[in-house]
């Protein structure tokens, strides 16, 4: 059984920047595929990066490519989530996803291709 722990969210202004990070537990990082995702209110769950069990390769939905920066910290089991150039729009509650099997790209977009699930962490951009 896989742990998701997510941590690092808070209230930002706009412009400003976050890191989040989600430490796994019970199976090492590199060899689970994980994601963020994000929801905010009334809105569907919506997919934002992804890195791919042992090669490491990462996945961005397109719109937040450049501003937001996924990456995998193998010596503390973790997962990263660093965001630029925050705006109102990136508020939501942000989740860490997980699952041990291998995806192919367009897989890593669907959020029930994930086995495990953190229990969110909410940013919010505001002056």
């Known amino acids: 059984q896989v742990q998701l722990v997510e941590s690092g969210g808070g209230l930002v202004q706009p412009g400003g920047s976050l890191r989040l990070s989600c430490i796994a537990s019970?199976?090492?990082?590199?060899?689970?595929?994980m994601a963020w995702f994000r929801q905010s209110p009334g809105k569907d769950r919506e997919f934002v990066a992804a890195v791919k069990r042992s090669s490491g390769g990462t996945s961005y939905t397109r719109s937040l490519k450049g501003r937001f920066t996924i990456s995998r910290d193998n010596s503390k089991n973790a997962l990263h989530l660093q965001m630029n150039s925050l705006n109102d729009e990136d508020t939501a509650v942000y989740y860490c996803?997980?699952?041990?099997?291998?995806?192919?790209?367009?897989?890593?977009?669907?959020?029930?291709?994930?086995?495990?699930w953190g229990q969110g962490t909410q940013v919010t951009v505001s002056s």
């Open positions: 019970g199976r090492v990082v590199r060899e689970l595929t």
């Open positions: 996803a997980a699952t041990s099997r291998s995806l192919i790209t367009s897989s890593l977009w669907g959020d029930h291709e994930y086995d495990y």
